[in-house]
Structures are given as structure tokens and as C-alpha cells.
């Protein structure tokens, strides 16, 4: 019965461990590969947000699921550094009351509408660069004038193909394993880069 539920307990722990080594390895070269091939996006990107918090500005982050932890994550590190960032993915009341009452690609754009302002930063998190209230988040913000920053994997998807961010990340992976492994790395060395040019 547990065989059958659970096949993973039955494999050769030989072949367990090729296979963990070979995802290390995608991952590390994944990871080597985007600080490489977007220095000069991050480093972009970087002065950008130093500029915005200098004059003021605010970091509101968002995405799904594992994304929606990646959002905190990211909000954490700037307000941890001193810099103002909170994510839109935190307050389960306000986000299961407007995608309950309202709908559920809405729950980022409206937060933003009345949180956010010309100057402002919103940053969004997807594996696949297609999720609706996503996309609708960043669109949102351009409208509001506020700096976007986008993160996604797969291609890209709607968030490149649309550029709805003004600096966009995009894992060349269509694992969403590693498109989350690859945007921490990212998002923590661009905490670490903004957080040297504005202080
Ligand atoms: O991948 C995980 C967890 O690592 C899932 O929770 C995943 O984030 C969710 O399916 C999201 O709804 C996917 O959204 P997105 O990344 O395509 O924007």
C-alpha cells in the first residue's frame, strides 16, 4: 500500500542521488547564468529603486503562491535594510475579500490604487508572467506612474510579450522550481545592490 502511494520510497537511492546532484546543478547553473546574462539590467534596476527611495518612495510587491512568499520575502529584505516595502499578498482578510466580493485579478490593482502614487515601485513575482492579477497589478502602477519591476520565468509570458515592466527579469527555465530559485538569487543580490546606493 505504501509502495503504491508513496513509488518515491521504493527508488534506488543510488539513482535518488543523480538525480538530486543533476538539479544541483541545473539550479547552480541556472543561477550563474541570469547574475551573468542581467548585471546590467540589475545594476539598472538598482539605481532606479535608490532613486525612487530617496525621493520617497514606496516598495509594494505581489505575486501567487510560491510567488506571494518570494513577494514577502522581497518586502522583508528592503524593510529590514530601512527601505519602506510591503507585500500586497500578506493580508489574507483584504485579499479574500476582494477576490471574493469583487474578483480575484483584482486583489493587487486595487490595493495599489489606493496605497500607491506616482514615484512609488511595485514589483511583481511570476513563474509564468501570466497571471491575470498580476499583469493587472502592473498595469495599475503604470498608471499610477510608480517604477515596476517584474520577475518571471517560461518565456515571460503576457509580462513580456505586453512589457509591463519597465525592468523585467525573465528565468530562461520553464521549471518553476528553479524560475523560484533563480528569482531569490536575483532578488536578493538587487536588496543588496540597492540597499549599498541608497544608503
Ligand atoms: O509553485 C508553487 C509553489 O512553489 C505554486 O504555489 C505556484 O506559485 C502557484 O501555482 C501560483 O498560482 C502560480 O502563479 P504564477 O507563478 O504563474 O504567477
Redesign the pocket.
Known amino acids: 500500500m505504501t509502495g503504491t502511494l508513496y513509488p518515491f520510497l521504493r527508488r534506488d537511492p543510488l539513482d535518488a542521488m543523480a538525480s538530486t546532484a543533476g538539479k544541483a546543478r541545473e539550479s547552480l547553473e541556472l543561477r550563474r547564468r541570469v547574475l551573468h546574462e542581467m548585471e546590467g539590467r540589475l545594476a539598472a534596476c538598482a539605481a532606479a529603486l535608490a532613486a525612487a527611495f530617496r525621493g520617497g518612495g514606496r516598495l509594494f510587491t505581489f ?6 512568499t518570494d513577494a514577502q520575502s522581497v518586502a522583508d529584505l528592503f524593510t529590514g535594510r530601512g527601505l519602506p516595502a510591503v507585500s500586497l499578498a500578506a493580508d489574507t482578510a483584504l485579499v479574500t475579500a476582494l477576490g471574493n466580493d469583487v474578483g480575484f485579478e483584482v486583489v493587487f490593482a486595487r490595493q495599489l490604487a489606493a496605497l500607491g502614487g506616482a514615484g512609488d515601485i511595485a514589483c511583481a ?7 491575470a492579477n ?1 499583469l493587472r497589478g502592473l498595469q495599475r502602477a503604470a498608471g499610477l506612474r510608480m517604477v515596476t519591476v517584474g520577475f518571471a520565468g517560461s518565456g515571460g509570458g503576457r509580462m513580456a510579450e505586453e512589457r509591463l515592466a519597465e525592468h523585467l527579469f525573465v528565468v530562461p527555465s520553464s521549471s ?2 528553479r524560475i ?1 530559485e533563480a528569482q531569490a538569487t536575483l532578488y536578493h543580490v538587487l536588496a543588496e545592490l540597492v540597499s549599498a546606493a541608497a544608503g
Request: hydrophobic share 20%.
Open positions: 505575486g501567487n503562491g510560491g510567488s506571494s513575482l511570476s513563474t509564468s508572467g501570466g497571471s498580476v518553476v522550481h523560484q
